[in-house]
């Protein structure tokens, strides 16, 4: 684990600042926070967090100790909460801050509602992703405990150049209109689609929504019961996509990223079902990818339409027990407002966080995704929440589409 402390000389100011943003808020010069991170300091989120923060302590005074964990963090920020490490904030999935650890996190209802030096004068909370804000409240029962940065949504990622290059003039919103795509792109020799084994289950999962809607798809896992017709179903549409050269023959075999890296970058592939950070992980190999984005099309009556999508992000949570809550606050605002939330976005080709924030040209599309959704489906639709379900749905997905298995023998799989 690499330590970095960040700060300036300590700034002679004993006056407080006038406004909530202030010093009269509570933060201090002389202070130092304690953050542990969930990016390395290589990463493009890591270099400019560690820029922001040298600008926040030029700005107030407060330095900022920054523990670099990557995604160890996840095995070490626990151990060292419940051995009382002096810890002030931390960051992680959404989802992770809330539920793994949210025994941990401080209220900040009483935060979100004030007005900071990056906010124009209007409280925090109005000049946020709403739709994420709202997410946090959810997943504290009410209470905002985390604060949502870095959002994302899980949609299909696609590449505009071969759409055009093929004739297709509209992204689809029907499964029809998806094998029309794809019998297009076959044409000009490309595959419609690829996957990778990281996001097989994904691809089952959302599809399935797509078939018996949210719930449905829920309690297939909850129950660990496949049987059901959908699975068949499921089946029958994925053996016809291999059969009709829709989907890249290399898609049974490709181990993460081989799919992105070797067929989306190079363009041998139009389609992966992902999330808005496959820019960003790719862009060393395909650095002027004209990146388009759509909803996962809708198949049955009985599914979840276009309007039904993933989407959750990284988040922000201040420990309970630390001495400087005001300033880790101010310090969060720094991060989700103005400057550096536009910084954060534009480096990581990410989704802003501040309502005022650009969207990177390579996701534009992809906010109209999130402005239209109107449920928000879990990662994975629950495919990925059971280990043995999610292995035993990339074991026979692969199958499937290498022509191994008929859909009748995967759905009997799946059914064991």
Known sequence: MKRIVLGAALLALAAALAGAGGRSAGGSSGTTLVYWSMWNEAEPQGQVIARAAEAFTKDTGIKVDINFNGRDIRKTLQPALDAGEVIDLFDEDIERVANAWGNYLLPLDSYVSRSYPTTGGQPFGSVVNKTLLDLARQLGSGTVKNIPYQPSTFVTMYNKDLFQRAGITAVPKTWNEMLDACAK?????????????????????YTVDRLIGMDATLAMVKNNDFSGP????????????????YISARAASNIYPAGQVEEIATGRAAMYLNGTWLPNEIKGNAPNMNWGSFAWPAIGPGGDGVTANNFGSQSFGINKNTKHPEEAFRFIVWLTTGEWDA???????????GNASQW???????????????RRLPWAVGMEDNPDINAKIKENFARLVAGNLTAEQFAANMAR
Do not use: H
């Open 185 to 205: 792109l076959k044409a000009i020799g490309v595959a419609g689609i690829t996957v990778d084994d990281a996001y097989m289950a994904c691809l089952f999962g």
């Open 230 to 245: 959908q699975t068949l179903e499921f089946g029958r549409i994925w053996e016809n996509m291999a059969k009709n050269g």
């Open 343 to 353: 910084a954060l976005a534009a480096e990581s080709i990410g989704i802003p966080m």
């Open 360 to 374: 990177p040209p390579a996701l534009a599309d992809a906010k109209a995704v999130v402005d239209a959704t109107t």
